[in-house]
């Protein structure tokens, strides 16, 4: 049908159409803001990561450090022994081996397990949509 104006009124199918190609289109703007999200959650899990991997590069180094000890003390000198200092070096990586895995167990915490901000926005997408319906 077409007005004096020369417009045309939409059909109630070209009308769904449109409706549904908006939902697409927004649905895949939803999915990429999804990954983007789930990126910067990935990001705090490779920082973890990392402490993880410092924690555990230490703990060698104390376990390197307990071997020291162990031949040290068989060859002790005069003053302190030897094998008493290479104990408390072992214990000081040993600490510092404890605090970084500590703090990338702490960061590990800090890592959303879902994408909050999408999963709200996708919901007031669809209450947008539901109304949208409901007017027409």
Same mark, same amino acid.
């Given at each position: ?48 990561? &990392? $402490?993880?991997?410092? !924690? ?6 104390? +376990?390197?450090? %307990?071997? *020291? #000890? @162990? &031949? $040290?003390?068989?060859? !002790? ?6 094998? +008493?200092?290479? %104990?408390? *070096? #072992? @214990?000081? $990586?040993?600490?510092? !081996? ?39």
């Amino acid at each position: 049908m077409t007005y004096r104006d020369g417009s045309r009124r939409q059909s109630i199918f070209g009308l769904g159409r449109e409706l549904v190609g908006g939902l697409i289109a927004l649905a895949k703007l939803e999915v990429t803001h999804g990954r983007q999200e789930m990126g910067q959650s990935l990001g705090h899990v490779k920082g973890a990561a &990392i $402490l993880f991997a410092l !924690a555990a590069g230490l703990a060698f180094f104390a +376990l390197i450090t %307990l071997l *020291v #000890f @162990v &031949i $040290l003390g068989l060859s !002790a000198l005069t003053g302190w022994p030897d094998w +008493l200092w290479a %104990l408390i *070096v #072992f @214990v000081v $990586l040993a600490i510092g !081996a404890g605090l970084l895995g500590y703090a990338g167990f702490r960061q590990a915490q800090q890592v959303k397990p879902k994408p909050d901000e999408t999963i709200a926005s996708v919901k007031e997408d669809i209450a947008w949509a539901k109304r949208l319906i409901r007017r027409e």
